[in-house]
């Protein structure tokens, strides 16, 4: 049995962030990854993926940011990897590659027990820094999708080509499946579209990067004690936005306009006849309402700035009503793809009573803080702050939490708060 004082589970962006914080404490610990540095940007992201953040917002713990030559553009998936890869040897990152987590027990003395495919570890502290896009989460009623019907999910998509011929069902409005239907019409794909709850926001507005004003007027630093509920700020929908060069907006009424067919929410399938609820005013409003109070925050700043008005980009979206049933062979639809969101899958967890909630098989948390002294998770949605699940995001988080584990391994005894 190998023993250190903290083990890291996962080499993503909180992964890394997190060791790079311990080291600067002086914490000797081990970063445990199933694949490679970044496998989930590797490996489980489309062709033409790139970050929905501009360039400029990839900072990390260190102040390693980004230092190329197009600050306002948006990372391709291979450089978000070189860019994680090279985060990791600026500071020696202990990465221990190719290593599954298999299951983590308490030790005696209070330590904990992380058995991997590789070797066995004992350590004070364990901080799970998978991720919040885990699992992707297929509702239950793709099960009874005809089997002449082919599906998949964002993960396992990766370009056009690589479907069966024929039109394509993209269940899911976020940042996905919009930029995934996206890109299947200008292929040349049919493509319909079920919307379901989504955060409308477009790419530019009043002459800057939606997101350079989100960051100028404190939205993405806001923290969990600022919102109303916390639990249905962690559902929000992903940001309807795409990383495209050209800095346009993509939204419901963009995707008509190619050609999408934009459907109400996917509520049942029967064999090759989907079932759907007539929601699309509805769902289309409530994402514009959002929109609307968002823009009032960012206007306070821009008419103070001298910022031109941009009433283009608060235009309601209008759209034909929603059928109720949609017979997929009737529209020459043969592939349906479920970007239906993410779970998270900590199976190797439940060795650990009181670790994860027993109704939704989450880790629990406050603020990152389990119930379990020196377990912590890192890299989850809204976990301290708005952007805690972004890459500029998650280090502001692992300086915290590592200040608490720190503060854990001088007080063993001490419960976690």
Partial sequence: MKRVTAVVIGAGQAGLAMS?????????????????IGERWRSERWDSLRLLTPNWMSRLPGGWSYQGSDPDGFMTMPEVVAYLESYARSSAAPVEEGTTVLAVRRAPGGD??????????????????TGHCDVPLVPAMARHLSPTIHQLTPSQYRNPSALPEGGVLVVGASASGVQIADELRRAGRTVALSVGRHTRLPRRYRG???????????????????????????????????????????????????????LGRSIGIEGTMLRLRDDLAETIGAAQ????????????????????????????????AS???????????????????YARDYRWLKPLPGALDPATGEIVHEGGVTPLPGLYVLGLRFLR????????????????????????LSTPSRAAA
Wanted: glycine content about 8%; overall charge positive.
């Fill in 20 to 36: 790079h914080c311990l080291a600067r404490r002086g914490v000797a610990h081990v970063v445990l990854e199933r694949g490679r």
């Fill in 112 to 129: 904990y027990q992380v058995e991997t495919s590789r070797s066995t570890w004992r350590s004070h502290a364990v901080v799970v820094a």
């Fill in 208 to 262: 800057r990067d939606i997101l350079w004003w989100m960051d100028r007027i404190g939205v993405l630093d806001e923290r969990c004690s600022e919102v109303r509920d916390i639990a249905r700020a962690r559902a929000q929908p992903s940001m309807q936005l795409v990383g495209d060069p050209r800095g346009r907006s993509l939204d419901l009424a963009v995707l008509h306009a190619q050609g999408v067919r934009v």
């Fill in 289 to 320: 309402r959002t929109l609307e109070r968002l823009a009032a925050r960012i206007d306070a700043l821009a008419d103070a700035m001298g910022a031109p008005r941009d009433p283009e980009a608060l235009r309601p979206i209008e759209l034909p």
């Fill in 323 to 341: 059928p109720a049933t949609l017979d997929l062979v009737a529209e020459g639809i043969g592939t349906v793809l479920w970007a239906t969101g």
């Fill in 385 to 408: 702050r708005r952007k805690s699940s972004f890459l500029d995001g998650t280090g502001a988080d692992a300086e915290e939490l590592a200040t608490h584990l720190l503060r854990h």
